[in-house]
């Protein structure tokens, strides 16, 4: 496997004060002198979807503290000095040797990818447009279907029910991505802390279907957390951004 420059926006990852608040994991930069990943929105940006409490405790107890365990792990190492893609990099084709600082790394990034592929009051409020639509009408058929049948069923199923029928699919933890390969757009799912930049696939979108995404507002209702996210809160300026950045 092989990992490419993933295509990020350059606030990323920010820290409050603005001596580090332009600097991004991914511009080579160490990932020891960024202190903390910060939600590109206020914790209670993303409610009623998804609650105060419910990000608070993501945010702050997984993500931050996923960091906070890489930091340790990597001080003293050969890692210390490197950004956090350079770390994915060094550890994708070790991780029988290097597998807790791979895991840990990837689920920062991960995380990441997913806070920004969220925005407060998006979703089908503004839905995708210009050349991001045209490859899902191209690669899906369309954008999303209204119509159902006499079963509940979508009549002719678009993008917006496919990616919702490979999370809900899922089994167990994990990720549900929509990415590009070779210039067509697919959607796949990933188990913990797999990430498809690390095989040299371009994402564009994601959403956490872990657990500790969905129990706080949804407890055991995954499908609900689906709905909620994909019909108000998905990024799609993050993902039409990522499309036109060189990967």
């Not at 070790?94 to 807790?100: A, D, E, N, S, T």
């Amino acid at each position: 496997m092989s990992l490419s420059q993933p295509s990020v926006s350059n606030n990323f990852y920010r820290d409050n004060n603005a001596t580090v608040g332009s600097l991004s994991l991914f511009s080579g930069i160490p990932l020891s002198i960024i202190p903390r990943p910060v939600l590109p929105y206020g914790q209670g940006a993303l409610a009623p979807y998804l609650s105060l409490n419910a990000v608070s405790l993501h945010y702050g107890k997984h993500h931050v503290d996923c960091l906070k365990a890489l930091h340790n792990l990597i001080k003293g190492t050969q890692f210390e000095t490197l950004s956090l893609e350079r770390i994915l990099k060094e550890t994708v084709n070790k991780r029988l040797q290097f597998k807790i600082i791979f895991n840990a790394a990837a689920q920062v990034w991960n995380h990441g990818f997913y806070w920004n592929s969220l925005k407060p009051c998006a979703g089908d409020k503004l839905p995708p447009t210009g050349h991001l639509l045209r490859l899902m009408n191209r690669d899906f058929g369309h954008f999303s279907d209204t119509t159902k049948d006499d079963r509940g069923l979508w009549r002719n199923p678009g993008f917006k029910q496919k990616f919702f029928d490979a999370a809900k699919a899922h089994v167990g933890d994990g990720w549900v991505w929509l990415v590009i390969v070779k210039g067509k757009l697919e959607i796949i799912t990933t188990s913990y802390a797999d990430a498809p930049c690390t095989d040299g696939l371009k994402p564009l979108l994601c959403i956490d279907i872990c657990e500790h995404a969905y129990y706080v507002d949804y407890p055991n209702k995954r499908t609900e957390y689906l709905n909620s996210v994909l019909d108000n809160l998905v990024n799609w300026d993050f993902a039409a951004r990522n499309l036109k950045q060189k990967f």
